[in-house]
T-cell receptor, first 111, second 114 residues
Framework: DADVTQTPRNRITKTGKRIMLECSQTKGHDRMYWYRQDPGLGLRLIYY???????NKGEISDGYSVSRQAQAKFSLSLESAIPNQTALYFC??????????FGDGTRLSIL | QQQVKQSPQSLIVQKGGISIINCAYENTAFDYFPWYQQFPGKGPALLIA?????SEKKEGRFTISFNKSAKQFSLHIMDSQPGDSATYFCAASVTGGGADGLTFGKGTHLIIQP
């Protein structure tokens, strides 16, 4: 979806490498989210941010860090990637009581 | 601990039939219950959502039924079409719109046979 842009769309890397996934939005929404999707497990919340200075851990934050560089940008980092972090990663945006709106995801494979 | 349990994991329905997906939740603080539809290569997209102050919400062929006392809610797709073939996720949140994050079920892979 053009309102939420995730880069890269696909990434293959090796164990131990540092990886950054980026998310940008054009809607000016204050809230941004990172989720991880694994087959048969649904989506699980990693981190979320209400604004540049407000970062919150989600259900599965261990092994991940985030940075809200600006209202429009929210990055997810894996400092030392491990194979069980192979998954689909989704960024979402939200404002007020409007529903969360998701990007099209990054497929990350860690060998 | 899985807070939102979704069933079935997969479902095959004939074209024109009714597709039914069920979810149960444990956290009584949940106040917002959306359903998302996901096609391959795409992110989840909101289909329909309900708050616990109503027992049913209908939008076109899609209906959510909500049973607060049983802590269950379900998605009904009437006159199912091949274009409805997708993965469906129920979700729940303690805040409107999921501001504090959504808790998802594990998903249902729905196939509508022509």
């Amino acid at each position: 979806d053009a309102d939420v842009t995730q880069t890269p769309r696909n990434r293959i890397t090796k164990t131990g490498k540092r990886i950054m996934l980026e998310c940008s939005q054009t809607k000016g929404h204050d809230r941004m989210y990172w989720y991880r999707q694994d087959p048969g497990l649904g989506l699980r919340l990693i981190y979320y941010s209400f604004d540049v200075k407000d970062i919150n851990k989600g259900e599965i934050s261990d092994g991940y860090s985030v940075s809200r560089q600006a209202q429009a940008k929210f990055s997810l980092s894996l400092e030392s990637a491990i194979p069980n972090q192979t998954a689909l990663y989704f960024c979402a945006i939200q404002t007020g009581n409007q529903p969360q709106h998701f990007g099209d995801g990054t497929r990350l494979s860690i060998l | 601990q899985q807070q939102v349990k979704q069933s079935p994991q997969s479902l095959i329905v004939q074209k024109g039939g009714i597709s039914i997906i069920n979810c149960a939740y444990e956290n009584t603080a949940f106040d917002y219950f959306p359903w998302y539809q996901q096609f391959p290569g795409k992110g989840p997209a909101l289909l329909i959502a309900i708050r616990p102050d109503v027992s049913e919400k209908k939008e076109g062929r899609f209906t959510i039924s909500f049973n607060k006392s049983a802590k269950q809610f379900s998605l009904h797709i009437m006159d199912s079409q091949p274009g409805d073939s997708a993965t469906y996720f129920c979700a729940a949140s303690v805040t409107g719109g999921g501001a504090d994050g959504l808790t998802f079920g594990k998903g249902t892979h729905l196939i509508i046979q022509p």
